[in-house]
C-alpha cells in the first residue's frame, strides 16, 4: 500500500497513475490481504496501556457492529 501511495503523492504529476490503475492496484492489494488483517485495529506508534485497552474494546465493538450488519471491512471501489 505504501508504494501505491507514493506512486499517487509524486511530485511530478506525469509520473502519478492514473485512477482506473490507482484502483487495479488497490483491488489487487485488498484482495491479498485476510478478512481478519482488513478488520484489524490501528494503534498509535506510542501509547498508555489504558489508550491501547479503550481503543480495543472500541474497536471489537465496532468490528461485532459491522460484522452483524455484514458490511465489509473495506468497501470494493466501483469500476
Not at 509520473?15 to 488497490?26: A, C, L, Y
Not at 479503550?54 to 458490511?71: C, D, E, F, P, V
Amino acid at each position: 500500500m505504501e508504494d501505491l501511495v507514493n506512486d499517487m503523492t509524486s511530485q511530478h504529476p506525469e509520473d502519478r497513475p492514473r485512477i482506473e490503475d490507482v484502483i487495479k492496484r488497490f483491488s489487487i492489494i485488498r484482495g491479498s490481504l485476510s478478512k481478519t488483517k482488513l478488520r484489524s485495529a490501528l494503534k498509535p506508534k506510542k501509547a498508555s496501556i489504558m489508550t491501547c485497552a479503550a481503543l480495543n474494546i472500541w474497536h471489537y465493538g465496532r468490528t461485532i457492529q459491522y460484522i452483524l450488519s455484514q458490511k465489509a471491512a473495506i468497501p470494493a471501489p466501483r469500476p
